[in-house]
């Protein structure tokens, strides 16, 4: 039995591939065949509209490609719901973001708004497995898996009596809100985001995002208020809304709150008792310009936690003016020269990076340095060849250092190593380059490989003169 919806004239051949498409989840097949005149509400075998295959099956991608092409969200289909309806009720985020299409606000009724939002709603207050109980009758347990919904962000997909669910429906709750232009208080968004006290879980990452969406000083300071709450959590979802604020600051050369948090971030650390979260909060602070920057760092440079110690360096380089660096005071030459020894290569890496300017340091970095780049952990290795190849030293010794890696097992240490032999125009460099092998996807705009290009022109240069 197939659902009566009237033709409209598209092309069958088109429509029987583009449902071939969808089920094998092929996204630019899929947009290749509606530019060819697909209908973007083509049928499968049983009448089901393809866009409602791509939300059963979680691909995201398809049903975008199939939104984007003209595929009707909100068409109702002979059980009374609609592809929108059943994207909110698989609980996925993905797929209902892909799904929800343009203007939902004013395409839908207040009651098609309000039934969406009391589908989420209800799943979940109720809870996935509560709720797959509830509808198959199933007594026995669920099987839970962690799954990736979309690029960066995972979910629990839940499996019971034969059903199968995303639990996601906290983050299409807050996406519908935003959607439909309804604000809930801060402090329910941020409990949504804290149940699963995980950065990388669809709950987190929406309200994240939703709440630097509320550009408002009430909610601003509704959400750094929660850096004072004894659960980590809590002070840990502040410290990524503050990171995602800088990002959309950036991008939109809003700067309202920059001396706000900077201010806010150095009080915060001097009071964080979490070590990790004090990494964080420092890693955040650093670059904002505060006048107490260099005597904050100072204070944690004996701190027992590499974590802490690791940002030390960057806070102990200052800026005169915009891109330029001030001259270092003593004391932070001497904390420089002390984490240089640290027992933690990852701090002894930054504080050679961040030294290397200073002509009294640069000696001391690079004779660690050089003993680093002979490490046996490959990571440690790759890491200070990175930074002696970006270093002004122009001695046998570093030369020598950068040759001996160009057979390194890894590729971007001998990436590294060339690079560093091109800059210096050291003889060896040609050998270094052939030694790099082919790059792949990734390296289009990368400064190393450019090296390499500018160091034949000088070569080429020189030989012509």
């Given at each position: 039995m197939t659902w009566g919806f009237p033709s409209r004239g598209w092309n069958t051949s088109a429509n029987h591939h583009l449902t071939t498409a969808v089920r094998?989840?092929?996204a630019d097949e899929v947009r290749a065949l509606l530019d060819r005149g697909a209908d973007p509400d083509a049928r499968d075998a049983g009448g089901l509209p393809v866009l409602c295959v791509a939300v059963a099956g979680y691909d995201a991608p398809v049903a975008e490609a199939l939104v984007e092409g003209g595929a009707d969200p909100d068409r109702v289909l002979p059980d009374g719901t609609t592809p929108l309806w059943r994207a909110v009720d698989g609980g996925s985020p993905a797929v209902f973001s892909a799904v929800l299409g343009d203007e939902p606000r004013l395409r839908l009724a207040e009651d098609a708004r309000e039934r969406l939002l009391g589908l989420a709603r209800k799943w979940y207050e109720t809870g996935a497995v509560e709720e797959l109980r509830r509808r198959t009758g199933a007594s026995g347990p669920a099987a839970t898996l962690r799954v990736m919904d979309d690029e960066y962000d995972h979910v629990d997909q839940v499996s019971l009596g034969g059903l199968v669910v995303r639990a996601g429906h906290?983050?299409?709750?807050?996406?519908l809100e935003w959607a439909f232009r309804i604000l809930p208080p801060v402090d329910e968004l941020v409990g949504r985001a804290v149940e699963q006290s995980d950065e990388n879980h669809v709950n987190w990452s929406t309200a994240c995002w939703i709440l630097t969406q509320r550009r408002s000083y009430e909610t601003w300071s509704a959400v750094v208020a929660h850096r004072h709450t004894p659960d980590p959590a809590h002070r840990r979802f502040v410290l990524d809304y503050l990171r995602s604020k800088s990002i959309v600051r950036f991008s939109s050369h809003d700067s309202y709150y920059?001396?706000?948090?900077?201010?806010?971030?150095?009080?915060?650390a001097a009071e964080e008792p979490d070590s990790e979260l004090l990494a964080k909060v420092l890693d955040l602070f650093i670059g904002g310009e505060h006048p107490d920057q260099e005597a904050i760092g100072l204070r944690y440079v004996g701190h027992p936690d590499p974590r802490v110690r690791r940002e030390v360096p960057y806070a102990l380089s200052t800026y005169a003016t915009y891109g330029t660096y001030a001259p270092l005071s003593p004391a932070a030459r001497a904390a420089l020269l002390t984490l240089t020894r640290d027992p933690d290569?990852?701090?002894?890496?930054?504080?050679?990076?961040?030294?290397?300017?200073?002509?009294?340091?640069?000696?001391?970095?690079?004779?660690v340095l050089l003993l680093m780049?002979?490490?046996p952990d490959a990571g440690t290795r790759g890491a200070a060849a990175s930074?002696?190849?970006a270093s002004r030293a122009r001695t046998p010794a570093v030369a020598d250092a950068l040759a001996a890696l160009i057979d390194d097992d890894e590729q971007l240490v001998r990436l590294d190593a060339a690079y560093g032999l091109a800059r210096r125009d050291d003889p060896r460099t040609e050998e270094a380059?052939?030694?790099?092998?082919?790059?792949?996807?990734?390296?289009?705009h990368d400064h190393r490989p450019h090296e390499f290009w500018r160091w034949r022109e000088r070569r080429d240069n020189a030989t012509a003169d």
């Open positions: 094998a989840g092929d906290g983050a299409i709750l807050t996406s920059e001396k706000k948090e900077t201010e806010l971030l150095a009080a915060w290569a990852d701090v002894r890496i930054a504080a050679c990076r961040e030294g290397l300017r200073d002509d009294e340091l640069l000696p001391e970095i690079i004779r780049v002979e490490d930074v002696l190849a380059i052939e030694r790099v092998g082919t790059l792949g996807a990734g390296f289009e």
